[in-house]
């Protein structure tokens, strides 16, 4: 060994200007007896007489490297990874900037390796990063080789908690395989928090048991002890061993939050699925008053009151308000409605009266230009705002509930003249057009016009927004009327993440993504409509008049009304994302006049906060970084998925005895109801196969694809064309992934559930209510999709 190359078990931090930040630290701490897996390093000499000097300069080092791998086994396997002299500093890590090269064999693989690392010292993101930090030149490069450990689990580990700051808690991310695709943000990570005891934040261990998590723990704590502070290290297991791969401080470490108590109410509260991370103040005092003001319209055909919404430990809860002893005059008032034609007519004000005056008010509301407003107009437009989100909530609750029970009275009738069961009854109405299906299918008119304009095409893969649209104005045209009409709303109920509008690098992959599928729009549609008039054909065939009439009359009303649930759910994502605009234009001036650190702060203020500091110039800087403490808390404290006893459930036998001492038209309208609500409630039903998990069959056919694991609206730009869509649930706004998908598979749902519904307009294969697939299922395993059997089969384990 020379000045070219060391081994690592001689080299300590102290050598760090020649060998970098992180071959010194694992030197040192494999010569201290931790399993860090053996390898030399190429010192910064090597890249400074060699780096720029391209295969001339792998030359003058291919010598040393071939004794280096001799010694340690010439033929074995091995990860070649950047150390550079400024990586792995308390502060600025580094992290994800330079790049790392896995699972190379022979001295020509590595030395091309020991290329692309030297290449990334002066990549862009790199002078970026640097930049950032005020640090001159591209740095000086040390290349680290090691033995490949051929992981059966890896991944991260923190000796204390990087978000609160506590350091008695030990937080462990972990994945099936290699660690790079969590460390690159490209998987999701099963998470343990290590205090006495461990314990698993992700629904169910999948990775790790908990002896092994309480064993990466507590290699991470020791390696704190060595270095002297808290620590972030990267961790393998293979064949029972746990390795070091690397270690360096944690960056950032904020002082350790306080603990904060959390007031329960009485009752049984669930924490709402569609908000995966806790309600900022502002959400809450824009949106809870008005949802618990207005809910009860969804349920004005049911036999509930509604829901009630809090704020329960930071995060949003709620809970069912049961009817008690108003449950009679409640069915009388469904009978009276249900006997005038009121869901009808409410279906019918909603096609030409309420939906037409919505759009209009809401598309007005969406285009003001808010910089132009005054201080006061702005907060006047913020009110006005929050008052027209919360009738558009309203709108949509009431012609939800008419929606559900026309569809329920379809239901019944298909099962009283047919013995249909629900999924076939859904034959008759699936694929009405409307706005679940309208944005992907536009989407799909952009990626036809893109396919057609060579220029376009071929800088679809580079990303690059503005030279993509400066090749062809008509797609360019097109593409900014998309953004304004479809892109301006929020993607879920969360108004702090940004919108497809502000993200149109996102929208031009989804474009890309399409260009080598086979899905058609207009084909599709055609299929559906053919399959509608075969099933109606099929259900009035061999009825009698009075009975074929009725059948009929039921299923007009149905198609008039399925479409319409989602339909008023987009003016109400339109208005959140009005909302997010406004309170980020209440930030941005906040911001310039040093009341705010930053305009997402804006977020952590209530809206009468952040108008009153607006108006009279209060710092609300302390006040945010108070809240981002909270905020911080919530998260890693998410809770319980549900507090106090859940409500006894009436048997079979007692609602049999209840519907039975009704006269003939209660019972036959409560019945609707009762179908309803065991057709649409959301279930999850997980059942464990020798070869995969089964759930629901929710959209027919069979397809074999890649699983892509796709938590939220933040995680779209991973799934590519041709993936089988792995997700907790989906909503309306998720339609623009479905023209590139191959199949669904969901945690949660029903047959009438949102992706089941737009599944089955894109005719993807679709199996939902498994209960735990986003935890089952990993990214890039193969498996089968059967959406006529409700099994999810795994190719590959």
Same mark, same amino acid.
């Given at each position: ?423 076939? !009854? $859904? /034959?008759? %109405?699936? +694929? ?6 309208? *944005?992907?299918?536009? @989407? =799909?008119? #952009? &990626? ?58 996102? !929208? $031009? /992959?989804? %474009?890309? +993504? ?6 058609? *729009?207009?084909?599709? @549609? =055609?299929? #559906? &409509? ?59 001036? $906040? ?15 209530? @809206? ?190």
């Amino acid at each position: 060994m020379n000045d070219t190359v060391r081994r690592l078990g001689q080299v300590t931090r102290g050598d760090a200007a020649l060998v970098g930040q992180k071959a010194g630290m694992l030197g040192e701490l494999r010569a201290a007896g931790f399993p860090v897996p053996d390898g030399f390093v190429l010192t910064v000499a090597a890249y400074v007489g060699a780096a720029d000097d391209g295969e001339a300069g792998l030359a003058r080092i291919r010598e040393p490297v071939q004794a280096a791998l001799a010694e340690l086994g010439a033929d074995d396997a091995y990860a070649v990874r950047s150390s550079a002299v400024d990586e792995d500093l308390t502060g600025g890590s580094f992290a994800g900037q330079y790049e790392s090269v896995l699972d190379v064999r022979g001295l020509d693989e590595v030395l091309a390796a020991v290329r692309v690392c030297w290449d990334s010292a002066g990549s862009d993101r790199v002078a970026a990063y640097r930049r950032g930090r005020g640090l001159d030149g591209s740095g000086r490069m040390a290349v680290l080789v090691q033995r490949m450990v051929p992981a059966d689990a890896a991944g991260v580990a923190f000796s204390a908690n990087p978000v609160t700051g506590d350091r008695a808690e030990v937080v462990v991310s972990a994945v099936r395989g290699l660690g790079d695709r969590l460390v690159a943000g490209s998987v999701g990570a099963e998470e343990w928090v290590v205090r006495a005891e461990p314990h698993c934040r992700s629904d169910g261990a999948q990775v790790l048991t908990a002896a092994q998590a309480r064993a990466v723990a507590e290699l991470a704590c020791q390696v704190e002890r060595q270095c002297g502070v808290p620590q972030d290290i990267e961790w393998a297991i293979a064949d029972g061993r746990i390795m070091l791969l690397q270690a360096r401080p944690i960056t950032a470490l904020p002082e350790q939050l306080p603990e904060f108590k959390v007031a329960v109410p009485g009752g049984f509260w669930l924490r709402d699925p569609y908000l995966r991370r806790p309600w900022t103040p502002m959400q809450r005092s824009l949106l809870q008053e008005g949802l618990n003001q207005v809910n009860w319209r969804l349920f004005e055909y049911g036999l509930m009151h509604g829901f009630e919404y809090r704020d329960i430990g930071g995060w949003c809860y709620f809970r069912f308000v049961p009817l008690g002893a108003r449950i009679a005059e409640r069915i009388r008032d469904i009978v009276t409605a249900v006997a005038g034609g009121e869901p009808a007519r409410v279906i019918e004000r909603w096609h030409t009266e309420w939906q037409p005056d919505l759009a209009a008010r809401v598309r007005a509301m969406r285009d003001r230009e808010l910089p132009r407003l005054t201080d006061a107009a702005l907060g006047e437009h913020l009110w006005a705002a929050r008052e027209l989100s919360t009738e558009s909530n309203e709108l949509h609750f009431r012609v939800g509930g008419a929606s559900s029970f026309s569809w329920g009275t379809l239901g019944v009738t298909c099962a009283e003249l047919l013995g249909w069961e629900p999924f076939q !009854v $859904l /034959r008759l %109405v699936v +694929g009405m057009p409307g706005k679940t299906t309208e *944005p992907g299918f536009r @989407l =799909a008119g #952009l &990626a036809r016009m893109a396919a057609a304009k060579p220029a376009v095409r071929e800088l679809l893969p580079s990303g690059e927004v503005g030279r993509t649209l400066a090749a062809d104005q008509e797609f360019a045209a097109a593409f900014a009327d998309y953004l304004s009409e479809y892109g301006t709303r929020t993607m879920g109920q969360d108004i702090t993440k940004p919108t497809l509008a502000e993200q149109p690098e996102l !929208v $031009l /992959r989804l %474009v890309e +993504g399409q260009l080598t599928g086979e899905h058609d *729009p207009e084909a599709a @549609l =055609a299929a #559906l &409509a053919e399959s509608r008039e075969q099933a109606y054909a099929e259900a009035v065939t061999g009825l009698p008049g009075p009975a074929a009439d009725r059948l009929t009359e039921a299923v007009r009303l149905a198609r008039r009304a399925y479409p319409v649930r989602d339909d008023s759910a987009f003016y109400t994502h339109v208005m959140l994302a009005v909302l997010r605009q406004g309170v980020l234009e209440l930030g941005h001036r $906040l911001t310039a006049r040093g009341q705010l650190a930053d305009p997402a702060d804006a977020f952590l203020l209530e @809206l009468p906060e952040a108008l009153d500091a607006l108006r009279d110039g209060t710092d609300q800087r302390k006040l945010a970084e108070r809240r981002r403490a909270e905020q911080a808390w919530a998260s890693t404290h998410p809770g319980s998925p549900y507090y106090g006893e859940p409500p006894a459930q009436s048997s079979e036998q007692d609602s049999a005895s209840w519907l039975g001492s009704l006269e003939a038209t209660a019972r036959h309208t409560i019945e609707i109801v009762l179908w309803v609500g065991r057709t649409a409630s959301p279930v999850a039903q997980a059942q464990a196969t020798p070869t995969g998990l089964r759930g629901l069959a929710a959209s027919s056919g069979q397809y074999t694809g890649t699983a892509r694991v796709i938590l939220d609206e933040t995680e779209f730009h991973r799934l590519r064309a041709g993936d089988v869509l792995v997700c907790p649930e989906t909503n309306a706004q998720w339609s623009v992934l479905f023209g590139s998908v191959g199949a669904l598979v969901t945690d949660t749902g029903s047959i009438l559930s949102h992706p089941a519904i737009i599944a089955r307009e894109y005719r993807v294969p679709a199996v939902v209510a498994t209960g735990n697939a986003t935890q089952l299922l990993r990214d890039g395993q193969l498996v089968t999709v059967d959406g006529d059997t409700g099994a999810v089969d795994f190719i590959e384990s």
